[in-house]
């Protein structure tokens, strides 16, 4: 079965820009989470998506929004673009296992702003 | 606020050696427990996760888990070169049942 997949790899974008990640879940999994990681940290929890609902969201701003397709596919936005927004954004694919969530991430999506 | 604490390293061991890694959390209601391990430049990667106190053992790796002190680790033996990464600890926020809250990572490296 194929992994969790993230569109595009990398991107650069300018200050003020706007940004749409693309974000497709392992076969089966309805629940899709959405992590910003900043180099030297660990990832920091952006949003959680299941059955097309939010069920969580980190301390973000309102800049960043996200949705989640029929499909299970995701998408996160982030408007008005600020420098510290550059970091690795990651998505992950879950299901339920006695009462816990295991996680996979997909391989990232790099953004730069200049 | 939900912390993971953990050794930012770099923890340095001989190839061959046992490699040990800790990690601490503040939230007593968490009942989850990841290990995730990055490769630089790479996405975490789920390697083990553990729920109830006591050692979980997967090929040469080993997670233990201590709840009443608030404390899990991750046992690495016979270490080798390719294990060479940053280990992250994941805990689940209880509030959130899918959302991690992750350490800042340790820095492994193993020496040949």
């Known amino acids: 079965d194929a992994g969790v997949t993230q569109s595009p790899t990398h991107l650069i974008k300018t200050r003020g820009q706007q940004v749409t990640l693309r974000c497709s879940p392992i076969s089966g999994h309805k629940s899709v989470s959405w992590y910003q990681q900043v180099l030297g940290q660990g990832p920091q929890f952006i949003f959680q998506y299941y059955e097309k609902e939010e069920r969580g969201r980190g301390n973000f701003p309102d800049r960043f929004s996200a949705r989640q397709f029929p499909n299970y596919s995701s998408e996160l936005n982030v408007n008005a673009l600020l420098l510290g927004d550059s970091a690795l954004y990651l998505c992950a694919s879950s299901f339920r296992v006695r009462g816990s969530y295991e996680q996979y991430f997909g391989p990232g999506t790099r953004l730069t702003v200049t | 606020q939900k912390e993971v604490e953990q050794n930012s390293g770099p923890l340095s061991v001989p190839e061959g050696a046992i490699a040990s890694l800790n990690c601490t959390y503040s939230?007593?209601?968490?009942?989850?427990f990841f290990w995730y391990r990055q490769y630089s430049g790479k996405s975490p990667e789920l390697i083990m996760f553990?729920?109830?106190?006591g050692d979980k053992e997967d090929g040469r790796f080993t997670a233990q888990l201590n709840k009443a002190s608030q404390y899990v680790s991750l046992l690495i033996r016979d270490s080798q070169p390719s294990d060479s990464a940053t280990y992250l600890c994941a805990v689940n926020d209880p509030e959130y049942g899918n959302k991690l809250v992750f350490g800042a990572g340790t820095i492994l490296r193993v020496k040949s």
């Open positions: 553990i729920y109830s106190n």
């Open positions: 939230d007593r209601g968490s009942q989850s």
